[in-house]
Nanobody, 125 residues
Framework: QVQLAESGGGLVQAGGSLRLSCAASGRTFLGYKMGWFRQPPGPARKFVAAIRWDGDTTYYADSVKGRFTISRDNATNTLYLQMNGLKPEDTAVYYC??????????????????WGQGTQVTVSS
């Protein structure tokens, strides 16, 4: 079983940047797919970005394209999310997720079987 721990969240002004990290432990293989999801107060957890196991293919929600970059380091079992040009609507708890079974349905939260505890990102206007 893999354990995921997010870090790097915080309070930032609009237009600023943050880099989220997700450290995986308990398993050497990081997962066939890894993703970031976010959940503002109330609404359901939504897809933000994902990356396949080989690191060559990435996916982004339309709302973050051109501003966020997902990457993974299989040597250190770490997933990253570089967030630039942050907006108040990016405020949410950000979760990293992994799936040990396959790389299918990579933008669907139901297709992941491992989740971190989340890290709060707050963007002030």
């Amino acid at each position: 079983q893999v354990q995921l721990a997010e870090s790097g969240g915080g309070l930032v002004q609009a237009g600023g940047s943050l880099r989220l990290s997700c450290a995986a432990s308990g398993r050497t293989f990081l997962g066939y797919k890894m993703g970031w999801f976010r959940q503002p107060p109330g609404p359901a957890r939504k897809f933000v970005a994902a990356i396949r196991w080989d690191g060559d293919t990435t996916y982004y929600a339309d709302s973050v394209k051109g501003r966020f970059t997902i990457s993974r380091d299989n040597a250190t079992n770490t997933l990253y999310l570089q967030m630039n040009g942050l907006k108040p609507e990016d405020t949410a708890v950000y979760y990293c997720a992994t799936d040990s079974r396959n790389a299918n349905f990579i933008t669907s939260r139901q297709a992941y079987n491992g989740w971190g505890q989340g890290t709060q990102v707050t963007v002030s206007s």
